[in-house]
Structure formats: C-alpha cells, structure tokens
C-alpha cells in the first residue's frame, strides 16, 4: 500500500521560512510528477508547485521567487523550501504524487494526509 507523509508544517512569523518534506513508501515502481497543494479555509484546493522525474517544474503566480520546489527522485522524497511567507501562505500543504505500483499498473494519484503551515506574528 502507497503511503505519502508529509513533515516540516507549523508556525511562523511572516517573512520567515519553513521546509515541508514528503515521502513516498510502499509499492512503487515509478513516480512521474510530485506536487505541493494547499487549501486555506472556504478555498478550494489550489497547486503550489510540481516536479517531473525529469526535474520540470511548475509553480503558481502567488509563490514564484519565494518557494523552490526539489525532488530525490532515489528516495521518493519531494521538498518545498518556502522563504518570505506571507499571512495569505497560511492553508493545510498536501504533498501529490501521480505514480504507478509496477510496472504494468496505470497511474494513480495519491495524497499524502496535510500538514499545516500557519503565518502570523
């Protein structure tokens, strides 16, 4: 069974920085992207930012020049390093992974179980 768990939420004061980890275990042949999300309450959930295997990344308008997405692609591991954080960063971060078990399963997506990110001085 896949499990994804994230690390590295908690308090900070605006302006600060926080890391947030996750790992992937379990039955895993291959994961093709990893993503950061967050939902703030009364929002839907929205992309931080995502890597490809191949180390392509994306990120939302909102943290570009502020967060650096990174990837361990040997360990199954994803990063989020987030600098200046901003009240607005405040939201419960899920880590994403789309993957497959072996190599003959079609990709699922798995979602790790949040981590909370709070901003405030």
């Known amino acids: 069974q896949v499990q994804l768990v994230e690390s590295g939420g908690g308090l900070v004061q605006p302006g600060g920085s926080l890391r947030l980890s996750c790992a992937a275990s379990?039955?895993?042949?291959?994961?093709?992207?990893m993503a950061w999300y967050r939902q703030a309450p009364g929002n839907q959930r929205e992309l931080v930012a995502e890597?490809?295997?191949?180390?392509?990344?994306k990120y939302a308008d909102s943290v570009k020049g502020r967060f650096t997405i990174s990837r361990d692609n040997a360990k199954n591991t994803v990063s989020l390093q987030m600098n200046s954080l901003d009240p607005e960063d405040t939201a419960v971060y899920y880590c994403?992974?789309?993957?497959?078990?072996?190599?003959?399963?079609?990709?699922?997506?798995?979602w790790g179980q949040g981590t909370q990110v709070t901003v405030s001085s």
């Open positions: 890597i490809t295997t191949s180390g392509r990344i």
């Open positions: 379990g039955s895993i042949f291959s994961i093709a992207l």
């Open positions: 994403n992974g789309n993957l497959r078990e072996t190599l003959y399963s079609v990709s699922r997506v798995y």
